[in-house]
C-alpha cells in the first residue's frame, strides 16, 4: 500500500468491494477529504492483495480487505494496527518523524529501492 500513499485510516477500511479487479482500481471511501476516490491499483499491490485473502486471512464475516489474526477477529482492524504493522519492519532505519511526515519519509525510502523482503 505503500506504492499508493494510502492513510492508515484508508488501509483499515478497505472492504473487499472496493477492489475493481476488471478494472484495476481501488476506492476509498470516507477519505480524509470526505470524498470517495477510485485511484489505479498497481499491479504488484493487486497481486499482494490477492494472496492476502487467499493466503492468510482468517476466516471472518466481515467484508474488510484485512481481518484480525488474534480475538476478536470478527471486528475490523483499525488505523492503530495498520501503523504498527508498518512500522515493525522499518523500526530499524525509521526516521524521528511526526504527523504527515511519516508518509514521506516511508514514501521516500520504498521510492528509494528498498526490496519487499525489508518488509517481511
Partial sequence: ??????RSGEVARLGLDDIDWEAGTITLRRTKGRREDVM?????????????????????Q????????????ERPIGPDLVRKTI????????RKTTGSDHRKAILEWANAGAAAAEFT
Avoid at 87 to 94: D, G, I, K, T, V
Fill in 40 to 60: 489505479p491499483l498497481p499491479e504488484a499491490t493487486g497481486r499482494a492483495i490477492a494472496a492476502y485473502p487467499r493466503d492468510e486471512r482468517p476466516k471472518t
Fill in 62 to 73: 466481515h467484508r474488510m480487505v484485512f481481518a484480525r489474526h488474534m480475538t476478536p477477529r
Fill in 87 to 94: 512500522r515493525q519492519p522499518l523500526a530499524p532505519c525509521w
Fill in 1 to 6: 500500500m505503500l506504492d499508493l500513499g494510502l
